[in-house]
């Protein structure tokens, strides 16, 4: 049996990974989930107390995520479109997922944060929140369809990768890299 999940969920939004985790009943050990717009925060918080989560070491921050630890602007109420932006009307908490999380070890990495992909969880050159045994990324890439991946076959830690698109305008393009 493969090991249960141990997941980073970067743009948790309104808790709808939770809810897929629940109703495909997968064996999940921990999670990390990072949300900074209030009201899709408030929705995760709510999706988190169900029974199937209740022995799950979940772990909700409500921030955003990050190369470093820092505050930027933000622009929020946007649903899943909520996103870091030079004009928004909000100022957010950003961390950094390897000064949070140093510990971890995902096996699994979702990132799906409007266009932050890169700066949040591919920059870091030291890049421990990356799962380096069994396991994988899912990242939304956005602009940085080439960059990530180009990134990650530099690091040679033995990722294949797959790109998908789960709508017909390639808004929902999602990179996925196996080990």
């Not at 990974?17 to 495909?24: D, I, K, M, P, V």
């Amino acid at each position: 049996m493969e090991d249960p999940l141990r997941l980073i969920d970067g743009g948790a939004f309104d808790g709808d990974t939770l809810r897929t985790l629940e109703e495909l009943q997968i064996p999940v050990e921990a999670i990390a989930a990072f949300e900074p717009d209030e009201k899709n925060y408030a929705a995760l918080v709510r999706q988190r107390h169900t029974s199937y989560f209740s022995k799950v070491d979940v772990t909700l921050w409500p921030c955003g995520i990050h190369d470093r630890t820092t505050q930027l602007r933000f622009s929020s109420g946007l649903g899943a479109a909520s996103r870091i932006s030079t004009g928004g009307e909000h100022v957010i908490q950003c961390v950094s997922i390897d000064d949070a999380l140093s510990s971890f070890g995902p096996n699994l990495v979702k990132m799906d944060i409007e266009g932050a992909e890169y700066d949040a969880s591919m920059a870091r050159e030291d890049h421990q929140a990356i799962p380096t045994r069994p396991g994988g990324l899912c990242v939304s890439p956005s602009d940085d369809i080439w960059r990530i991946p180009e990134l990650l076959r530099d690091w040679d830690l033995g990722y294949r990768f797959h790109l998908r698109s789960h709508a017909f305008s390639g808004y929902d393009t999602v990179l996925y890299a196996t080990i």
